[in-house]
């Protein structure tokens, strides 16, 4: 770099002029590096901020999640019980189905038995009319 683009660039600060801005703490001691102009950076922590969350708003957080949990839990048993209603609703309905079926073949059988039982009779009585 030359004089020129040092110019333009602005004043440079020296070692001197840093150490009459940023003042060292003289209960530290000297840096071991040596860089005692250098800004000393703390780690970065956001509890030690102050912005985390108290013990009163932790609590507080939990009753909603467990309240909100709750009604989750209320409204899945809900669905549950709905959909459980529909299946036994379904099953009755086939069941009914079913016996409606039976009787309807056992009708046909029980027809067939008494139309036997009329046809013997007749058969009978017209034996009995001849005589």
Do not use: C
Request: no cysteine.
């Amino acid at each position: 770099m030359d004089s020129t683009t040092q110019a333009q660039a602005g004043p440079a600060l020296s070692k001197e002029t840093l150490r009459e801005v940023i003042p060292i703490d003289p209960g530290k001691g000297k840096r071991v590096g040596g860089k005692n102009w250098k800004v000393e950076k703390k780690a970065f922590r956001i509890k030690s901020l102050g912005t985390g969350s108290s013990w009163k708003q932790k609590q507080e957080q939990r009753l909603r999640d467990q309240d909100a949990r709750a009604r989750l839990k209320e409204l899945q048993d809900e669905k549950e019980a709905a959909k459980k209603a529909h299946i036994d609703r379904i099953k009755e309905k086939r069941e009914k189905k079913a016996e409606q079926e039976r009787y309807e073949r056992l009708a046909t059988v029980m027809h067939a038995k008494r139309v036997e039982r009329l046809k013997r009779r007749e058969k009978r009585n017209k034996l009995l009319k001849e005589r």
